[in-house]
């Protein structure tokens, strides 16, 4: 499978990226800002099936033309998008500047929906889409005070999940969004200092994994939360 990973170089995307390069059939591209994890990556891969794209989802127009020729130059069809990049300022609601607020939405949201429209020449029959949001963006849920404007990025990421199964019927493509509960990342521990996930990244990239090769015989255009503890 060709296999693009986005926000791969720390947390739960790397660990994925690590997985996936475990079977030597698949070929993987992992995008992230951390150029010395990129290299770290491709590097110490057994099969040499891993290349890396550096890109920052906060200013991806700036970088769109170059991350588009990467990817199209490396694939000439995509098997699996994973879109897993985020951006959390833990403030409160009046006390988070403009910046902050288009930083986190840039990447939670306006990012990954760029992406999905760039490369949708790359995508066809059986081409799977996950994006990665959150418990705090899935509607009924336990809100926390500090992640509003995650939260709310979170959910319309999800809210894109729905809304592009539906436009992508007729081009075979499925869309699913997993809403991701307590994970013992860095994110979560500067979200929640002191607590402790029931789940650690590696446990939860496993899960993804299977998701990525399984879930779309099942399911389509799903928002499905994948929690044992919120937070």
Do not use: W
């Amino acid at each position: 499978m060709n296999i693009l990973v986005i926000g791969g170089t720390r947390g739960i995307g790397k660990e994925i990226v690590i997985l996936m390069s475990e079977d030597k059939n698949n070929q993987i591209m992992v995008a992230g800002r951390n150029a010395d994890v990129l290299r770290e990556l491709v590097r110490s891969c057994r099969h040499g099936n891993i290349s890396s794209v550096q890109i920052d989802l906060s200013s991806f127009d700036e970088q769109a033309k170059s991350f588009r020729e990467e990817v199209f130059n490396r694939f000439s069809r995509l098997d699996v998008l994973i879109n897993s990049a985020g951006n959390l300022a833990v403030r409160d609601f009046v006390e988070t500047s403009n910046e902050e607020a288009r930083a986190m939405m840039e990447t939670n949201f306006f990012g990954p929906a760029s992406v999905i429209r760039l490369l949708f020449p790359l995508m066809g029959i059986g081409t799977h889409i996950i994006n990665i949001a959150s418990m705090g963006g899935f509607q009924g849920s336990s809100k926390y005070r500090g992640l509003s404007y995650y939260s709310a990025s979170k959910a319309a990421l999800a809210c894109l999940t729905e809304c592009l199964s539906e436009e992508f019927q007729d081009s075979g493509i499925i869309v699913n969004c997993l809403a991701l509960g307590s994970v013992q990342t860095e994110m979560f521990e500067s979200a929640f200092p002191g607590a402790t996930a029931p789940v650690n990244p590696r446990e939860m990239a496993e899960f993804i994994v299977n998701f990525a090769v399984n879930g779309k015989k099942y399911f389509n255009g799903k928002i499905l939360p994948v929690a044992v503890k919120n937070p």
